[in-house]
C-alpha cells in the first residue's frame, strides 16, 4: 500500500510541473501579447501600407523604397496611374521590388532586364532610375496600354516565361500606384523605429531631384530648406530644426504624390513626420494610430513639409 502511495504522489508531482510550466508559458505568451497591443507589434515594424479597395497591402521598407521610385519616375514622366500599377505588377513578379544581381540568364535589375536583349549594359539595368525609364519606354510602344489588361500589357513588354504570372500581383499594384501617384490622398503609411541617428533633408531633396527630374527643372515642384518652427504644424520630439519644403504650385493630386512618396522613403532618410493639406504622418506612432494619418492644423499646409532626424 505504501508503494501504491509513493506512485500516486510521484505522479501527480509530473502533472503538477507540465501545469505550472503551460500557465507560465500562458502568463508569458498572455504579457507578450498585451505589450505587443499597448506598443505595436514588431512584426509590422520595418514595413509600410497602402489601402484601397476594399484590402490593404504591406510591404517592406526597401519595397516600398522601389515602389515608390517606379511611381515617382511615372509621374515625372506625366504617365498616368495605369502606368505606375503596371510597372509595380511586373517588378513584384520579377524581382519582388527588388534591385537584384542575378536572375534567369543574364537577367538583372528591378524588372530583370536582359543586357543581351537590348535593355542596355549590366550597369545600366542595375540602376533602378534607368531600368525604370526602360520599362516605361517599352510600355508606351504596346497600342492602348492605358485600358489593356495588365498582365497581357506587362507580358506584352516582358516576354516572360510565365506569360500569366503578372495578375497575382496586380491588387498591390493598383494600391500602390493609387497612394504613389496621389490618386487616393492620405494613404500610405510605415511603421518604422526610431532613427537613432542625425540625418539631413539635403538627402532627401538631393533623391527628390533625382527622381522628379523633369518636374524639378520645368517648376512643376519646387523644393526649399527652411527652419522648421515657421512650417511645420508641429515638431515632434528629435526632429531637426530644418524642414525640406516641397511646393507643387497647387496641384494637390501631385502633392500627395510627393507626400506619400516622402513618407516611403522615411526609413533610408530619416523622415520623422509628413504634413501637407491638413493631415500629417508621424513616425512616433503605434498601433490604430499608425494606422492613418492624423489631422492636423497650422503649418504651410498648402505644401508637402518633411521633417527628418536632427536636420
Same mark, same amino acid.
Given at each position: 500500500?505504501?508503494?501504491?502511495?509513493?506512485?500516486?504522489?510521484?505522479?501527480?508531482?509530473?502533472?503538477?510541473?507540465?501545469?505550472?510550466?503551460?500557465?507560465?508559458?500562458?502568463? +508569458?505568451?498572455?504579457?507578450?501579447?498585451?505589450?505587443?497591443?499597448?506598443?505595436?507589434?514588431?512584426?509590422?515594424?520595418?514595413?509600410?501600407?497602402?489601402?484601397?479597395?476594399?484590402?490593404?497591402?504591406?510591404?517592406?521598407?526597401?519595397?516600398?523604397?522601389?515602389?515608390?521610385?517606379?511611381?515617382?519616375?511615372?509621374?515625372?514622366?506625366?504617365?498616368?496611374?495605369?502606368?505606375?500599377?503596371?510597372?509595380?505588377?511586373?517588378?513584384?513578379?520579377?524581382?519582388?521590388?527588388?534591385? +537584384?544581381?542575378?536572375?534567369?540568364?543574364?537577367?538583372?535589375?528591378?524588372?530583370?532586364?536582359?543586357?543581351?536583349?537590348?535593355?542596355?549594359?549590366?550597369?545600366?539595368?542595375?540602376?533602378?532610375?534607368?531600368?525604370?525609364?526602360?520599362?516605361?519606354?517599352?510600355?508606351?510602344?504596346?497600342?492602348?496600354?492605358?485600358?489593356?489588361?495588365?498582365?497581357?500589357?506587362?507580358?506584352?513588354?516582358?516576354?516572360?516565361?510565365?506569360?500569366?504570372?503578372?495578375?497575382?500581383?496586380?491588387?498591390?499594384?493598383?494600391?500602390?500606384?493609387?497612394?504613389?501617384?496621389?490618386?487616393?490622398?492620405?494613404?500610405?503609411?510605415?511603421?518604422?523605429?526610431?532613427?537613432?541617428?542625425?540625418?539631413?533633408?539635403?538627402?532627401?531633396?538631393?533623391?527628390?531631384?533625382?527622381?522628379?527630374?523633369?518636374?524639378?527643372?520645368?517648376?512643376? +515642384?519646387?523644393?526649399?530648406?527652411?527652419?522648421?518652427?515657421?512650417?511645420?504644424?508641429?515638431?515632434?520630439?528629435?526632429?531637426?530644426?530644418?524642414?525640406?519644403?516641397?511646393? !507643387?504650385?497647387?496641384? !494637390? !493630386?501631385?502633392?500627395?504624390?510627393?507626400?506619400? /512618396?516622402? $513618407?516611403?522613403?522615411?526609413?533610408?532618410?530619416?523622415? $520623422?513626420?509628413?504634413?501637407?493639406?491638413?493631415?500629417?504622418?508621424?513616425?512616433?506612432?503605434?498601433?490604430?494610430?499608425?494606422?492613418? /494619418?492624423?489631422?492636423?492644423?497650422?503649418?504651410?499646409?498648402?505644401?508637402?513639409?518633411?521633417?527628418?532626424?536632427?536636420?
Amino acid at each position: 500500500m505504501a508503494r501504491r502511495a509513493r506512485a500516486r504522489g510521484s505522479v501527480g508531482r509530473h502533472l503538477v510541473i507540465p501545469l505550472v510550466m503551460v500557465l507560465a508559458c500562458a502568463g +508569458i505568451a498572455g504579457g507578450s501579447y498585451v505589450a505587443l497591443q499597448r506598443y505595436g507589434s514588431p512584426a509590422h515594424v520595418g514595413t509600410c501600407t497602402a489601402h484601397g479597395l476594399g484590402t490593404s497591402h504591406r510591404y517592406s521598407t526597401d519595397r516600398a523604397e522601389n515602389a515608390a521610385l517606379i511611381s515617382a519616375i511615372a509621374v515625372d514622366r506625366g504617365l498616368p496611374p495605369r502606368a505606375a500599377s503596371i510597372a509595380l505588377a511586373t517588378a513584384y513578379q520579377e524581382s519582388q521590388l527588388q534591385n +537584384i544581381e542575378h536572375g534567369d540568364r543574364d537577367s538583372l535589375g528591378l524588372f530583370q532586364q536582359r543586357p543581351s536583349q537590348g535593355w542596355g549594359t549590366e550597369e545600366e539595368v542595375q540602376d533602378p532610375i534607368y531600368s525604370t525609364n526602360a520599362f516605361y519606354d517599352a510600355l508606351e510602344t504596346v497600342s492602348a496600354y492605358e485600358s489593356g489588361d495588365i498582365n497581357d500589357v506587362a507580358q506584352e513588354v516582358q516576354r516572360s516565361g510565365h506569360p500569366e504570372a503578372y495578375r497575382d500581383h496586380e491588387t498591390e499594384g493598383r494600391l500602390y500606384a493609387s497612394a504613389l501617384t496621389g490618386q487616393s490622398g492620405a494613404n500610405l503609411v510605415c511603421t518604422l523605429d526610431e532613427v537613432g541617428s542625425t540625418t539631413s533633408p539635403e538627402q532627401l531633396r538631393g533623391e527628390l531631384a533625382g527622381q522628379f527630374p523633369r518636374l524639378t527643372e520645368s517648376g512643376g +515642384i519646387a523644393s526649399s530648406l527652411r527652419p522648421a518652427g515657421s512650417v511645420a504644424p508641429q515638431r515632434p520630439d528629435g526632429s531637426g530644426a530644418t524642414a525640406l519644403v516641397i511646393d !507643387t504650385g497647387g496641384d !494637390t !493630386t501631385r502633392g500627395w504624390a510627393l507626400a506619400n /512618396w516622402a $513618407v516611403a522613403r522615411a526609413a533610408q532618410d530619416g523622415v $520623422v513626420q509628413v504634413s501637407y493639406q491638413g493631415r500629417v504622418w508621424d513616425r512616433s506612432l503605434r498601433r490604430e494610430e499608425a494606422e492613418t /494619418w492624423g489631422s492636423v492644423d497650422g503649418g504651410e499646409a498648402d505644401s508637402v513639409v518633411v521633417l527628418v532626424s536632427g536636420g
